[in-house]
């Protein structure tokens, strides 16, 4: 990783250098516009950063020779960050995306040094003149995993691997039991938080020990396979989550929900070319294409999948969402009234557990 | 009682690779050689593992290929401290750090390759008995194996000669070198010995525990085995305990979270260290057991000609 940046750090004195000695247009000159990616863990061939990857191949497929692409993997959240962002800056990127919520103040920091760069920053809330914002509504397919989940459980207790206790990991987790107990009212969930977003060990220790209190399909909201990996081992369905996760888990995986941000990747960068750019905020989930289920497994019956897909048409057309009241919490408080739908405000501060998860959400320190 | 057995069993499991690197620091500073690199060894144990396994298919093999990358990197700490003397918690510090990068940098084409998971065996006889048969005897040979390397030590440093003479090299290396002892040597063997063991230690993580190779994934698990064995006051007994100790309290708080108690996570998740440490420490307060078994050399250069 340490290889990765100092070698962009050596390209990026070599370009400074050669910018010196051309003029200090020269960075900035006519040719493939240079758009730049920075990740906060290695692409591998799962998970967060491999989806963002994914839509930079689908960005450079689409516009074929009209942009070079560049990317930084494994940048730590923090100072290391912010230097990253300025060399890529500073060496004629023109569209930078920075795809880690960590990366909000150092984005924000360097793009008032760079007033000409067009800066995208991933799951963020700060924006600036030249810095959009944009996530994916991830509780769209958690709701239909959760659909499937309860329809697949025989022990009726799903089990969920949390990350941190956020409003964003709060709303797959919500929507994931309101898919369940849509179809099996019976269905609890058990939830451990693990306090990182990627530690396989602990990962799986969490998901092996909801397997066994009883927990007969698992799913996660943290970045690697070993979820999946360890309900496989424990003859247990698991529902895998950014990447089509089956080939850990053959006969486990049920399904997954997977991000794809190569759309709006494309459209920033033809918007760059056009020099028509302007600070995205998006919101997308199921009707923009940027959530989508894997393809479910052969084990889930096909009344089920119908059921799937009927609602995932009734998303895509807006007829239906994933937190229509009544929403109630765990204490039976109702969050949302009959009828009415949560906004997408009260989600963005989502804090509590609904009807359906066991034990308690763990304080705000 | 499917959840005691349950728990029993992950927490042997969880405490393996503690035992094994511990268990080879313990023989390391018993000869008075302070290796402060286990993090790093673990690591290095770690990635050579999952190459060799996911290359071969064979568990066997990755155990030997972490064993022999562990032993490698011991044997550079041994040149640095032993032939040329440098400062042993200096050149400790550097090897852990070393071994941090250098095991990223070579894991780089193995992250996110996935091994197939292992399948536990059962003890004949032993893995029968009910409810003990489930949670101590289903385990992956490589806790057999720890187990094994604990009674071996153990009789091996109090009941064997070679096992006394470890010792003496460690207490006091000039007496050691005045009946005849070469105390480098000996010195050398410890810490090849106890790189190798850290090395299995960390094979035993990436092949086994979490059939995944991520960087960094000993997750500070050597220098806890380095505490482990200054808190167990150098006793091998003790060090089994810590370790079991950690690995319980690990997995105690998920199955507490799991069951839904109201703790807040953050502080369940420290409490395996502070309870490992607490205990430890009151175990061991005896201010003289501690001088008794300490090496009394412990961490100071030797020159046999000095």
Known sequence: MAFTRRKLLKTAAAAAGTALAAGPLAAFAQGPLKVAFVYVSPVGDAGWTFQHDQGRKQ???????????????????????????????????????????????????????????????????????????????????????????????????????????????????????????????????????????????????????????????????????????????????????????????????????????????????????????????????????????????????????AKVAALEKDIIAGKFHPFTGPVKDQSGKERVAAGAVMTDKDMGVMDFYVEGIQGQLPKKQ | MDTVVAILAATLAAGTPLVFAALGELVVEKAGVLNLGVEGMMLIGAIAGFAATAASGSVWVGVLAGMAAGAVLALVFAVLTLTLQANQVAAGLALSIFGVGLSAFVGRDFVSIALPGQTPTRVPLLGEIPWLGDALFNQHWLVYLSWALFVALAWFLYRSRPGLVLRAVGESPSSATAIG????????????????????????????????????????????????????????????LGAYLFGGVTIAQFFAQGAGAAIASQLLSSLPYLATIVVLVIISRDANLIRLNAPVSLGQPYHPDH
């Open chain 1, 59 to 305: 960005m450079e497929q689409a516009l074929g020779g009209k942009v070079t692409t560049k990317f930084v993997e494994s940048v730590p959240e923090g100072a290391d960050a912010e230097r990253v962002i300025r060399e890529l800056a500073a060496s004629g990127h023109a569209l930078i995306f920075t795809t880690s919520f960590g990366y909000m103040n150092p984005t924000i920091k360097v793009a008032s040094s760079f007033p000409k760069v067009h800066f995208e920053h991933a799951t963020g809330y700060k924006t600036a003149k030249n810095v959009g914002i944009y996530n994916a509504r991830f509780y769209e397919g958690r709701y239909l995993a959760g659909v499937i989940a309860g329809s697949m459980t025989k022990s009726n207790t799903l089990g969920y691997v949390g990350a941190f206790p956020i409003p964003e990991v709060l709303q797959g987790m919500n929507a994931f039991i309101r898919g369940a107990r849509s179809v099996n009212p019976k269905a609890e969930m058990r939830v451990i938080w693990v306090n990182s977003w990627y530690d396989p060990g602990r990962e799986r220790e969490a998901a092996m020990t909801l397997i066994s209190q009883g927990s007969d399909v698992v799913t996660h909201h943290t970045d690697s396979t070993a979820a999946v990996q360890a309900a496989e081992e424990k003859g247990v369905y698991a529902v895998g989550y950014h990447s089509d996760m089956s080939k850990y888990g053959a006969k486990a995986h049920l399904t997954a929900v997977t991000h794809h941000w190569g759309n709006h990747y494309t459209k920033m960068a033809q918007d760059t070319l056009a020099g028509k750019a302007q600070p995205s905020n998006l919101w997308g989930g199921m009707k923009e294409g940027m959530i989508k289920l894997a393809p479910i497994s052969a084990a889930v019956p096909a009344d089920v999948k």
């Open chain 2, 181 to 240: 002892y070469k105390v480098i040597a000996i010195r050398y063997l410890a810490t090849l010995f106890g790189g190798a063991c850290a090395g299995v230690g960390g094979a035993y993580l990436s092949t086994v525990y979490t059939p995944l190779w991520v960087e960094g994934m000993t997750a500070g698990r050597g220098w806890i085995a380095l505490a482990l064995v200054v808190f167990a006051t150098w006793r091998p007994g003790r060090v089994m």
